[in-house]
């Protein structure tokens, strides 16, 4: 498999971007890669994945991430691995775009992004509804469980 610069196109979902630069077809399943784009104020719950791990490579901007009890400001250049089970919590607290590599092992969760750019098609996310539709597919398609709302803040 080989991509030229700009492949594939970028599809817009609630947070930014997402490209899929290495599927489930790529890779028999056991990976997949894309590329996120997620705009200034994004922010995940504190959630875990029964059986997938994250790992995020921060190519632009400042990627923040709550893992178990710590949190971490991940500059460009910088990576972090979260394991299946653990409970964590990324965003964008900062004024621009984060773009990061996300590698999801194994492959199947990443479909949730192409799963919200069909979210938005019919419930714009500042609906009041969309949340609670979002949150139910990833719960119900995807190994996501919800536990709390994050506020980095504190």
Do not use: C
């Amino acid at each position: 498999m080989s991509l030229k610069i700009g492949e594939p196109r970028a599809i817009p979902y609630d947070a930014g971007t997402v490209r899929y630069l290495a599927t489930a077809d790529d890779t028999n399943g056991q990976w997949s890669l894309v590329e996120l784009m997620e705009k200034p104020g994004y922010k995940t719950r504190l959630h875990r994945h029964i059986y997938t791990d994250e790992a995020y490579y921060v190519l632009e901007g400042v990627l923040t991430a709550q893992v178990g009890d710590k949190r971490y400001d991940l500059p460009a250049g910088s990576y972090i691995l979260i394991p299946h089970g653990t409970p964590h919590a990324q965003g964008n607290l900062g004024k621009v775009p984060v773009r990061v590599l996300l590698t999801v092992t194994p492959s199947g969760f990443e479909e949730s992004f192409r799963d919200r750019a069909e979210l938005i098609k019919t419930a714009k996310p500042d609906d009041p509804d969309f949340r609670k539709k979002r949150e139910e597919m990833m719960v119900k398609k995807y190994d996501r469980e919800f536990l709390s709302d994050w506020n980095p803040e504190k």
